[in-house]
């Protein structure tokens, strides 16, 4: 067991929308596609996950909208906690266990 928890974000309908209209390709997000597992600090309940994610959801969104489309200005504007947990469905995981037996790397210390 690490001392982290994960939360996963998935598509809502508003990402979806907004997705669908930055060009007439047809590709969308999937809710049922594979997503980017963010580790977080420990959480204990839902109440601690909320504000883990109320710091640090402007990172999150920005993360999750530049992985479907780079260009700035087309992403929404006054992008706020609740319009975050509109976009997102959000999967909280208070336990994650390792198991491997090599050591954690982060890409940024190699």
Do not use: K
């Not at 982290?4 to 209209?21: D, H, K, M, V, Y």
């Not at 959000?90 to 266990?97: A, G, T």
């Amino acid at each position: 067991m690490i001392n982290r928890s994960a939360i996963i974000l998935r598509p809502g309908p508003p990402f979806i929308e907004w997705a669908s209209q930055l060009d007439d390709s047809g590709i969308v997000p999937s809710f049922e596609g594979e997503q980017t597992v963010y580790l977080v600090p420990d959480f204990e309940d839902d109440m601690e996950a909320m504000e883990i994610l109320a710091e640090g959801y402007e990172m999150l969104f920005e993360v999750q909208l530049a992985s479907w489309h780079t260009d700035e200005s087309a992403w929404p504007r006054n992008r706020t906690f609740q319009m975050f947990r509109e976009w997102f469905v959000i999967e909280q995981h208070s336990l994650v266990i390792d198991l491997c037996d090599y050591p954690l790397l982060n890409d940024d210390d190699a």
